[in-house]
């Protein structure tokens, strides 16, 4: 089983004069469009595919991680298989190495062929070969028989360890590559160091064993490697595939069709992000149909005055002859119809600024009192002309607030013009303000002919009208209360209505103690 139990000439004088590694070393080398709407236009479609795409760098980079694992647990628990062989391998043929110093003591010393056969035996049984040294380091006898290695000096660091008192354990290669172990232990006589008893014993089963057990790991690995590169490849598809719907997705609403959805219900970073962009589609479709109902609405709201204008035109181009009382009234419907078409493009105008997120609004301490008396009077004079009376409650007096004095008093004015508008002759309107905890409240109410059930969810809305054609009539156009909404808003306030017909209607305006900060000036 082991090379030196095979007798020939020059194999032990290798093993014995080779220099080597100490014991624990491992060997070397080892949609469809509504009618009537805008239709997008097509997406020109997928783009080229990457050369490399992220399944194939997920796939890679999975494998990769996979393959330097398995390649440091494999290499680790290889080393640690060999060093744990040796170990034992070490400690077995140096308690061997002991008995034999032990058991023959004055047998060894004699260095004659009773020495010769009692190592020989030893050697056998053990499985190893033997040599026993003089207290200099030469060779008495070798357990094999060869003549030629008595008498030379062994400079191993075992012997030298061994003579000096210390038992030690060594493995070395020889010039054919193979690998030994040296043991080496004193013999010890009338306490001092008398000689040492070597002991080589190969390493083939051990590298052996080592071999096979590279082999299963490997093949351990590659099947391994195969599975996890299956696992990758389907983890690759599955976030390839996800991402590639959302770049369809978002190609589908760069080009307008904003009705697009993707469908990833997944509870990571992807299904996230899925959510975000059917959030920001949806918002983007809102904002769509709101753009184009307004557009309409806004044509609609023009083209009335315009019309008016164009018949009233008419009338005087093609009159031959007309009362000058007439002609008069013609061109004051026609400053009037002018003036209704100016007031609406200025709130348009007016409300696209609020609407627009960095145009700047700067607060400032304002007194209440002093802005509502301002508001009051302003329709004092149409409130007299239709019997109704304003009154002004403030609680407590002199209250001062972080307010836009403009956006104030322009929320104010509308709802103030809209509660005289639409209150019956001698009806009332009350305005009051209080401060209740950190928030300004104020409220404007009227007993006025009340406003249905079903209209109230959409007053805020532009150009809704709950009576149009009493809209139209009184001049309002119809971006009074939207306009409030986005001022109350800008203050970072709330807006709340209470009505119920035939029993007026209320407006509540809470503007909090600590408005948001923005840079710049705002002008109206």
């Known amino acids: 089983m082991f090379s030196q139990t095979k007798r020939g000439k020059g194999h032990a004088g290798e093993g014995a004069h080779q220099r080597g590694r100490d014991q624990g070393t491992p060997p070397a080398g080892g949609t469809g469009a509504e009618k009537g709407e805008r239709v ?49 391998r070490g400690v077995k043929t140096l308690a061997n190495a002991n008995i034999i110093a032990l058991a023959g003591q004055e047998t060894l010393l004699r260095h004659d062929r009773s ?52 038992g030690k354990t060594g493995v070395h290669r020889l010039e054919s590559g193979e690998r030994v172990l040296y043991a080496a232990v004193p013999i010890i006589r009338d306490e001092s160091v008398a000689g040492a008893v070597m002991l080589v014993t190969d390493l083939k089963d051990i590298d052996e064993a080592v071999a096979d057990t590279r082999r299963l790991l490997a093949a351990v690995s590659a099947a391994g490697g195969v599975l996890a590169l299956l696992v990758g490849l389907m983890l690759a598809d599955h976030f390839a595939n996800s991402l590639n719907r959302l770049a369809d997705a978002v190609r589908m609403i760069a080009a307008g069709h904003f009705n697009r959805r993707v469908e990833i219900n997944s509870r990571d970073e992807i299904g996230l992000l899925a959510r975000d962009l059917n959030e920001m589609a949806a918002k983007l479709e809102e904002a769509d149909r709101t753009l184009r109902h307004f557009l309409a609405d806004a044509s609609h709201e023009l083209k009335t005055p315009l019309s008016s204008i164009k018949v009233l035109a008419q009338s005087l181009l093609e009159a031959k002859e007309m009362d000058p009382e007439v ?107 209080a401060v209740e905890g950190e928030e300004l409240a104020v409220r404007v109410e009227d007993n006025g002919p009340g406003i249905p059930p079903e209209a109230l969810p959409y007053i805020f809305d532009r150009f809704y009208r709950v009576d149009r054609a009493r809209s139209r009539a009184t001049g309002g156009t119809g971006l009074g209360l939207a306009i409030v909404r986005q001022a109350v808003r800008r203050h970072g306030g709330t807006v709340a209505v209470e009505s119920a017909p035939g029993k007026g209607t209320a407006f509540e305006v809470r503007f909090p103690r600590t408005p948001p900060q923005r840079k710049g000036g705002f002008g109206a």
């Open 327 to 433: 002609c008069r009234d013609f061109l004051r419907d026609i400053n009037g119809e002018a003036d209704r078409m100016a007031a609406l493009v200025d709130d348009m105008l007016h409300l696209t600024k609020l609407d627009d997120p960095d145009y700047p609004v700067t607060f400032g301490e304002e007194r209440v009192g002093p802005l509502l008396t301002h508001i009051k009077g302003l329709l004092a004079g149409e409130a007299a002309q239709k019997g109704i009376a304003i009154h002004l409650e403030e609680e407590p007096q002199g209250i001062s607030w972080p307010l836009n004095g403009q956006l104030f008093t322009r929320i104010f004015l509308n709802l103030l013009d809209n509660a005289v508008r639409y209150t019956q002759d001698g009806g009332r309107v009350t305005i009051t303000a």
């Open 115 to 166: 020495t010769f056969y009692f190592v020989r035996d030893f050697g056998t049984q053990m499985e190893a070969r033997v040599l026993v040294l003089d207290r200099k380091g030469r060779v008495a006898v070798d357990s094999f028989g060869e003549k030629w290695l008595e008498g030379q000096l062994l400079e191993h660091e075992e012997v030298t360890s061994a003579l000096s008192g210390t």
């Open 40 to 88: 997008p236009p097509a997406p020109t479609g997928r783009r080229d595919a990457p050369r490399f795409g992220i399944r194939t760098k997920l796939a890679g980079t999975y494998l990769l991680v996979i393959a330097v694992i398995l390649v440091v647990i494999n290499g680790v628990a290889l080393r640690a298989l060999e060093e744990s062989y040796l170990h034992d």
